[in-house]
């Protein structure tokens, strides 16, 4: 008899605590006939811990295309698949996209199996306002690359949440200060797990605990902080026109200095922003 076709199930997995594996969850991992996993090891652990015996196959950013493939051939054969991530719900900040955008061109079911996820961990806990968040992943790497995203959403009014490695989030922090100033933030560690902490502070004051605590830089942490409160700064439109107005006549620094008095933006923002529309002919 021949087989309909199969269904991708993007299920998730615990953040941390195994015990937030949901009902639902482990009946979908031990029915699926594969499981396509971000790290085969890392979901091994937890499948051995789940007693389940599908098989695994690697699906992570550096093999997009051929696992594409592989899974949608399964699909094509009647075959279940279930996409996880290493932890919490595939997609987010995780590579798994072109899979599910590939499967579902193809008229393929794609079912979410909810379940943890650290952004919404961290926020249901942070004592910042939840009506309104963006979601920001990891920020750039490099530190002008996350000047600039951070400027961009300075009037953004929703709290901002964003994924850091223990390693970068002393400068990650340290960005958000001089961008954001002395908005409320929290950073969220190790969440559902034995040694969990949330601290809460200014950027600023939050920079200087992890550079001094070591332990509160372990693994990878949520950094929340508060939206843009009361009237919206300008956008960049604006600061960028009068920038150039006052750039006519004065030095960028100078110009720069009248510019953040007129629409609130930050003066050292402006400057990069006159240096970067090469208007700094004046000094």
Known sequence: MERGRGVLYVVATPIGNLADISERARNTLNTVDLIAAEDTRESGRLLAHLGVSARLVSCHEHNA?????????????GRDVALVSDAGTPLVSDP????????????FSVVPVPGP??????????????DRFVFLGFPPRGQSQRLELFESLAA?????????????????LRDLAAVLGERRAVVARELT?????????????????????AEQRLGELVILVEGQRGEAAPDRAEQERVLRILAEALPLRRAAALAAQITGAKTNALYRLGVELELGGKG
């Open 156 to 172: 953004e009014p929703g709290t901002l949440i964003l994924y850091e490695s223990g390693k970068r989030a002393v400068a990650t």
């Open 96 to 107: 798994g996209y072109e899979l599910v955008s590939a499967a579902r061109a193809a008229d």
């Open 65 to 77: 295309e051929s696992c594409c493939a592989r899974v949608l051939e399964a699909l094509g054969e």
């Open 117 to 130: 996820s650290a952004l919404i961990c961290a926020l249901s806990a942070a004592g910042l306002p939840s």
């Open 193 to 213: 797990k034995r040694f969990e902490t949330f601290l809460s502070a200014t950027p600023a004051a939050l920079a200087e605990r992890l550079e001094d605590d």
